[in-house]
């Protein structure tokens, strides 16, 4: 019931928001905070409740749906889940902060905008199954579209149409996918279901369809996370998004992407999964580089976050199929960390976009002078994105990376390039950004408190992240070990 | 009674057809258009007699009822269309009426 | 005691915390005291432990604040290891320190910015200190990149000038490479022995496969190679002066540079397994030290003269390590410390006292106005060039070309580089004094100032008296030292004191005291200045390094990011959209909107159809 809740909370609220704004907008920006400060608690709630360790399955919530079909209301709730659903929440109190005073027009519809796509994200992490996760899905994906098309920047409606048909693409690959599977099931096993339990009992091998299924969850989680070549969505719905849009983006919607693969594609297709890692590895290894050399090529700000991103999805990919404990934690944290780290950045460029009125790097220049704390905090996230030890990253990308070496050794040495090219992108965003002779007109104005606030709350995030991730470890290990369905802990 | 064969209606038919056709493709006035239709559909009509005849069923006959009733009403449609078109245009010539082109 | 041991990283941690974040709200007076007392405390907790531990050696002493991560047996703590070695860095880092950062605290006074300063000097001793102590690979890899970060924002520390940051950034950049080869380097010894922690790697290592332990070698030393600025990444520290000077003399000289010999000093077990990397070390260090020391010789700014002094020291350091020299390795790094940060801290004062002049050749005669400054200079360089019998320098100098020859793995063409790079380090060290000191004075205001001729004394002191703790066995063989060094480092060989150990002895001497008659006759006699052109153009060029990586490495890289600016991926799609576009231009031009048309195709079709039906 309580995991109803959880998605129940963001829709409910998403609804009074709207209805809220005939009160003002203040009433509608209070609703949604509360909303989404009432989901993060619910969630830390359980997790205070269940110390770790021990069961894999914390909470668990089963109602018929459409049993003619096989397709159930069915919930559930490991220490994975949980950890992305605390995401999930304090993205979405950051993200609600964020648009305090960026969004004028249309307030409620954004607010509803927003926390519908909360709920939908929030669904997928709990759905167990698969026509839920589905719904959820499309859930997740409509109100995304309207918040990049009708509070995005100039280039909104071409970035909200581009990123609508390839996510869209993909929706419709995960539902080929889905489809084939349970009717290959049904016929094979007479077993008409979608629920995830019941299919995993009937796993499908080697059986020659199941190659074609795997891919096509593969290529839809592939165009979420994104992987190298099917990425090209990402940088322009990113650097047309509003603050929140982007924050929710990098921060929840990418996750998602790294969530399916975890959850849906390798525990349904795992021999065949295993046959297709070298082909993922080269894949995530190339969006590593790929992503570090075009980041360093960026001159619009969000752009360049936005391939900052994609690099980072890349050790997401090679850590998946790299089948080990040990980078599957990794990727654990690494999706936290990043998640915090580059909805700061977003959030940083907001700041910036309100002050100086451009995202042209090659236009600012010495704003460390007018904004010493605006540049402090910007060098803090700019250092975890480029992997400095003792922030969420870099713990994260020391697991995946050891964890990949230990079977794939080339590939682990070929994505530690990464490192280097990393920094190269992180310094000269620095180095445009906040560096060398001030530039002319910019506003001498430093941050505000509440944005003090929310960046504070995210380095402090990333610092325990990177310093003691030990409880999210514990918190993890049960699901991802029954993911992997290796025994815990250790090599594979 | 003599039976009119079966071949000579259905070859009635198929020659008003051809010549309906014909007309249709090769007029440009949207009234002689309509005509051609008519023409075309009194082909049709022709053959399910010719076959309502043949087989000894009313069928036919039913069949050619409706697409009487239906010629009537398109017809009205039509003309309807047609004066539509003519107020607009001030010319019957249907290759002026382009503007629904992709 | 020894429980205190966390304070030592976390004294200049709150430090930095505080002036980060409430520092603004103090005055510039508090946030100077919290600067350099935090490190002060620091280096107050070294001496206690030292003191302990004379008092009573524990061996090795492990103090665990709490479980970094723990992964089946991938478990880094935050857990600080304590042995004679890591106490000697920790003395020299804190000690050093905290007098640069009484120096720092006058040569700063008018700096706007002096809290960002000391904010960010604190954090580097804090890192320092984590290097130094780290039981595990991944915490010493986290002070690593740590004293790397401070590094690259205290050379771009006066940010408004481009070229700051540009050096900052290559800074950062270059040891990066490095930085990447180490951590490599750790998953490798993970794979291999399934353990980061430095000990019990070090007892596994004889178990490494001959290849396995070459890989892991060779890719620390890529590690130690970028930090301490040797071939073929060393083209950073020059361009690294462009820090505040105080800055140059504990980072780019006293400390983190010379995280590379401790490194390979600390992971020692490894390095043995591994022959061909041991002589990679050696010839690397050899190399860069000749050619370093070339290049000093045709400096004219002061401080880059400093800069490739340094490179060519710690290649000195590098070929003792190669050697299997150990403790004479570190032995060159303590006493290293102290002339070179003596010697900066020096030529601050002389770059400050003439108004930000930095160019050798535009000096003169300074001995007048600031005769403290002179004085201590001159021992920094006695000692640099290892003048015989009395100076630092000098034992530990002799130490490492002794051991070059005669240590198991030493060659006598490696002593050759070595005993030409002394005298050539005596020629640069005097014709740096001669030319600043000596011959027509210019215009100077004389300095005066107890935060800064406390730290030059103390440092000149020690510059002289640091080398008598491990004397030549021909000189009464008087060696605490290498026995405080013992339980650590495995043990050089023995000196004969015979006649080969006099004869090296003498050598040494011969080199230093030729190259300051060298250095006489050419700059105080004549004042010669290299022209700037030919090898002397070459020379101070760093030997054209900066221009081959540039052709290299840095406008490929440009070049590629320039190709695909505009994401070629997206290329592809935008031709699938095009694709598109055009098939859609073609089936609406079907859509005429001739009604005729429609019948005749509606005719077409239908005929199709039916003939399709007959003749199937």
Redesign the interface.
Known sequence: MILLALILIPLLGGLLAWWAERFGTRATRWVALVATVLQLGVAAGIWAVHPGGGQTWWLDYARPWIPQFGIGLHLALDGFSLLLVLLTGVIGVLSVAASWEGITVKVGFFHFNLLWTLAGITGIFLSFDLFLFYVCWEVMLVPLYFLIDVWGHEERHFAAKKFFIFTQTAGLFLLLGMLGLVLTVAARFHVLTFDYFTLMQHPLGLYPLARWLMLGFFLAFAVKLPAVPLHTWLPDAHTQAPVAGSVDLAGLVLKVGAYGLMRLTLPLFPEISRAFAPIALTLAVLGILYGAVLAFAQTDLKRLVAYTSISHMGFVLLGIFSFNTMAWLGVTIILLAHGLSTGALFIFVGILNDRVKTRDITRMGGLWARAPILGGLTLFFALAALGLPGLGTFVGELLVLQGTFLVQPLFAVLASLGFILSSIYALWMLQRVFFGPPAPHVEARDVKPHETAMLAAAIALTLWLGLYPQPMLDTARAGVAQMLSTPEGGTP | MATVPVAHGLLLAGVLFALG?VA??GR?NVIF?LLAVEIMLNAAGVAFIAAGARWGRVDGQVMFLFILTMAAAEVSVGLALVLQFYNRTRTLD??A?????? | MFSLLWLAPTLPLAGFLILATVGARLPRRVNTALGVGSVGLAALVSLLLAAAWAAAPPGAYTQTLWTWLHVGTFAPGITFYLDPLALVMLLVVTGVGFLIHVYAAWYMQDDPSIRRFFAYMNLFVAMMVVLVLADNLPLLYLGWEGVGLCSYLLIGFWYREPGNVKAAMKAFLITRIGDTALIIGLFLLFAQLGTVQIQALLAAAPGLTPAAATWAAALLLGGAVGKSAQLPLQTWLPDAMAGPTPVSALIHAATMVTAGVYLIARMHGIFTQAPGVMTAVAVIGAVTMLMAACSALAQRDLKRVLAYSTMSQVGMMFMALGVGAWTAAIFHFMTHAFFKALLFLGAGVVIHALGGEQDVTKMGGLRKTLPGVYWALLIGALSLAGFPFVTAGFYSKDAILYLSWTAARGAPWLWALGWFTAFLTAVYAFRMIFLVFHGPAVQAHPVRDARVSVPLGILAVLSVIGGFVLLPRVLGGFAPFAAFLRPVLPEPPQRDGGIFEVVLLAASAVASLGGIGVAYLLFARRRTTSPDAGLARFWRQGWGFDALYDRLVVHPYLWLAQECRHDVVDAFYHGLADVCLMLNGWLSALQNGRVRWYAGALVAGAVLLLALLVWR
């Open positions: 056709l249709l493709l440009r258009m249907v290759d009426a382009t503007s629904m082109k992709g």
